[in-house]
């Protein structure tokens, strides 16, 4: 059976299982285990990544555990439960669930698997940050729950991390870390997480949001620089030239903001009359849903030319984001004329870029230009992953970010709960 994620990347499983409870997940995975054979786990698969995407095998898919239990400051959430599920109900009880990966049909499993963090991560960090305890099976049948503050009961060595706010790119081992760490952003190669208690804030009071437009780039980006140290600021997001037209908007770019209570932000340089502001939750849904639109056509685009979407997930050091976006707009340019756009988490120095590649022949041509500016990325001290997870289509940039040895030790973790190889098979390790 053919399977695919948001990117459209392909793969097949020999049999899908959808079960219901976590010792028939026990039964499945040991068997696996007993007989060799690849085992995948899928949440809702809008990874873009390929980690959820098996490549033959068995893979078990999670839409069946549901659970939503709220409580004060905490829900208790089955894997398979959809983000945007959890958004409401913790709404609904006058609470507030903070990550928010623009994408709300993903699954509470995935969001941990790829430690996804998303545009309010500029406040509120990624999911890492919310996650207090996880129901995890491991391949030897075991059902065990972790809780915040339990340590790992054995060695790990210390894997240099680089200095960039948001981070999914591997285990990220230190001596003393807890379980709960260990599998977040590990992205389905150590256990099958089950269940999981998140954090829950309460509600803000007043949020006010905008997308502010600006006449061309480079005020948009002096506003960024501006406005990023602004306390109450929540989210701040850019959307370049490109991006910009393939909107259908007349301007140059645009910055996308959110903020609680009082904020009063300069607005040298924007076409503030032009911009939309809005603190309803309506008005609000409604301008995620235009940053989110991009992205779809983006991929809508590109499934319709049959082509995989392409794009990268880099993040740098705050103080090289400037300098970083002016390398993938002379490299993309060059070799993509304006064919790409670049847009996204500004405010974390996590701008996206994602290719328009008009047929296969140039689509062919931009994994090794991805690749070489993935190497200028690690060279101002960023990281290659931040938020969607490696996966199997990233895997190969693993080695860019860590040396061997660091990669043996990750391996080593990995061979401890999977002697064999199975489960996530060809995700982080290529
Ligand atoms: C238009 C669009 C916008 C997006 N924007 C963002 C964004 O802003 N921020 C962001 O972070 N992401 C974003 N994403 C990517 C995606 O939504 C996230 O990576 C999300 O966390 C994936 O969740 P999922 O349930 O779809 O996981 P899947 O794609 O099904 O799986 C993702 C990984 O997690 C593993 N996994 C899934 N469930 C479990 C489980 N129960 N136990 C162990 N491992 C598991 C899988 O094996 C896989 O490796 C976007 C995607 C799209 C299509």
């Given at each position: ?34 007989e ?20 033959g ?45 623009t ?122 620089d ?26 140059g ?102 290719l328009?590649?008009?047929d296969?022949?140039e ?11 993935a ?40 061979a ?15």
């Amino acid at each position: 059976m053919q399977i695919t994620d948001a990117s459209h990347f392909a793969g097949h499983a020999d049999q899908i299982f959808t079960p219901r409870h976590e010792e028939e997940i026990a039964e499945i995975v040991t068997r696996a285990n007993r007989e060799g054979i690849p085992l995948t786990i899928m949440g809702a698969l809008t990874g873009l990544a390929g980690g959820a995407v098996p490549q033959g095998g068995w893979a078990i898919s999670m839409g069946n555990f549901k659970k939503l239990d709220i409580t004060d400051g905490a829900a208790r959430v089955g894997a398979g439960t959809l983000l945007r599920d959890v958004q409401n109900a913790a709404l609904a009880a006058g609470q507030f669930y903070a990550p928010d990966p623009t994408e709300n049909t993903s699954s509470i499993g995935g969001n941990i698997g790829a430690n996804a963090s998303g545009s309010r991560s500029f406040k509120f960090g990624a999911t890492r940050r919310h996650v207090r305890a996880l129901r995890v099976v491991h391949l030897d049948g075991r059902i065990v729950e972790y809780r915040r503050g339990t340590p790992v009961d054995f060695d790990v060595p210390t894997i240099p991390l680089p200095n960039v706010k948001k981070f999914s790119c591997g285990y990220q081992l230190k001596p003393g870390m807890d379980y709960v760490d260990l599998f977040i952003g590990s992205e389905g190669t150590l256990g099958v997480v089950t269940e999981a208690e998140l954090g829950l804030l309460p509600a803000p009071g007043e949020i006010t949001g905008g997308i502010v437009f600006f006449p061309d780039e480079q005020s948009a980006l002096d506003a960024v620089d501006r406005w990023r140290p602004t306390e109450g600021l929540r989210l701040l997001e850019f959307l370049d030239s490109r991006s910009i037209k393939l909107m259908d908007q007349p301007y140059g770019a645009a910055v996308i903001v959110e903020w609680e209570g009082d904020v009063e932000l300069d607005m040298t340089g924007a076409l503030e009359a032009d911009s939309w502001f809005g603190s309803s939750a309506r008005d609000r849904e409604r301008f995620r849903l235009f940053r989110h639109r991009l992205p779809e056509k983006i991929h809508d685009h590109l499934r319709k030319l049959g082509l995989v979407v392409i794009a990268t997930d880099y993040a740098v050091p705050l103080e090289k984001n400037r300098e970083m976006l002016d390398i993938y707009r002379d490299v993309l340019s060059e070799n993509f004329e304006d064919r790409f756009v670049m847009f996204g988490h500004i405010g974390d120095a996590h701008v996206h870029t994602e290719l328009l590649p008009k047929d296969q022949e140039e689509w062919d041509r931009s994994p090794a230009v991805i690749k070489d500016l993935a190497r200028k990325v690690v060279e101002l001290g960023g990281t290659v992953g931040a938020e969607h997870g490696l996966g199997k289509r990233k895997a190969h940039l693993l080695n860019l970010q860590y040396g061997p040895e660091h990669i043996a030790a990750m391996k080593q973790v990995k061979a401890r709960f999977d002697p064999n190889n199975l489960l996530g098979r060809g995700t982080l390790f290529s």
